[in-house]
């Protein structure tokens, strides 16, 4: 049996699971060898950004660089893993037949940065310069938010800095992202909170916070320990943070996120650029992925391959 024909999709008690705690997982993808050198193979791709849809100069940033956003639009390999059967048919039992990949993501942490800020995401305005939602659901949805595929590339460990979640903290937004946070690129790795680094690639997420007192539970935090090649599935509003990396290991720590909607929800419906985090860049040549079914709305751009010629496979 090849490996298209197979069905991955979630079973009634996972789903059960995943919409109680917001997330699921993690799964195997790659065996750790297997994930090792396409690591290797891939890193020289990721330092040429020259193909990158986000290639201009303003897309680098003192933090973080948009021109390594997005990059299965012009890395084969990512352009691939994003529409892995294993992680598709999992998302489409989810969001239902018709699915699309609005973004990636590349989430490195080197030996003794930070934690992650716990934080939540609806529509994603809240470090876009336009302060416009960058995914907007039909106003007649109950929930919002999308869903992340995150790829441990490398060991994700609590040493390392893995993921952090609150099970079933999904359905309850602690933040306004029409509120503003002050970027601020000198305060990475100098902030800690409740005693511990954490920080938001130079924001402070507590500025979006509803309510000024309060905090999130941490007793209730489960760190998401991932061997290397391992995926997990969560909501966007799902509390979710990272530890710091302790630095007792010279290796990073290298997550990948794709996220993904169903195609009624329209994609940056209000910006022709994206500016974050100190970077712009414009979104002439940005276009979101079919992973499963059909559009069947029409208001959202598709790419059918990447600017190599590769076609993404659709379930």
């Known amino acids: ?14 789903i059960e699971q995943f919409h109680r705690n917001g997330y699921i997982g993690p799964f195997d993808l790659y065996d750790q060898g297997e994930m090792e050198q396409n690591l290797q193979r891939l890193r020289p ?13 303003q897309a680098v940033s003192g933090s973080t660089n948009l021109a390594n956003y997005d990059r299965h639009l012009d890395v084969d390999f990512l352009a691939e893993h994003i529409t892995r059967p294993e992680i598709v048919d999992r998302v489409s039992s989810l969001l239902g037949p018709d699915v699309l990949c609005w973004r990636t993501e590349f989430f490195p942490k080197y030996p003794g940065d930070e934690g992650t800020d716990w934080h939540q995401a609806d529509n994603f305005s809240n470090v876009a310069g336009s302060k416009h939602p960058q995914i907007v659901w039909p106003e007649d949805s109950e929930f919002g938010g999308t869903i992340t595929v995150w790829t441990a590339f490398t060991e994700a460990s609590v040493e390392t800095g893995c993921l952090q979640f609150v099970p079933g903290s999904h359905r309850t937004m602690h933040y306004d992202e029409s509120k503003v946070m002050t970027y601020d690129p000198d305060s990475i790795n100098k902030v800690e909170k409740d005693g511990i680094r954490r920080g938001f690639f130079g924001y402070d997420y507590r500025q979006l916070q509803k309510d000024p007192n309060w905090s999130p539970d941490e007793s209730k935090a489960v760190p998401q320990v991932m061997r290397q090649g391992q995926f997990i599935i969560f909501w966007s509003t799902l509390m979710h943070a990272s530890h710091p990396h302790s630095g007792l290991t010279d290796r990073m720590r290298l997550g990948f996120a794709a996220r993904y909607l169903p195609t009624q929800v329209q994609v940056y419906p209000h910006s022709d650029a994206l500016q974050e985090f100190g970077g712009a860049a414009s979104l002439d040549k940005y276009g979101t992925v079919m992973v499963s079914g059909k559009d069947r709305y029409r208001h959202n751009t598709f790419v059918e391959h990447t600017v190599n010629g590769f076609r993404f496979p659709v379930r």
């Not at 049996?1 to 996972?14: I, K, P, R, W, Y």
């Not at 791709?45 to 100069?57: A, C, E, G, M, P």
Request: neutral net charge; charged residues 20%.
């Open 1 to 14: 049996m090849t490996q298209q024909s197979v069905d991955f999709a979630l079973d009634s008690t996972e």
């Open 45 to 57: 791709k990721l330092i040429n950004t020259k193909t990158s849809v986000y290639s201009q100069k």
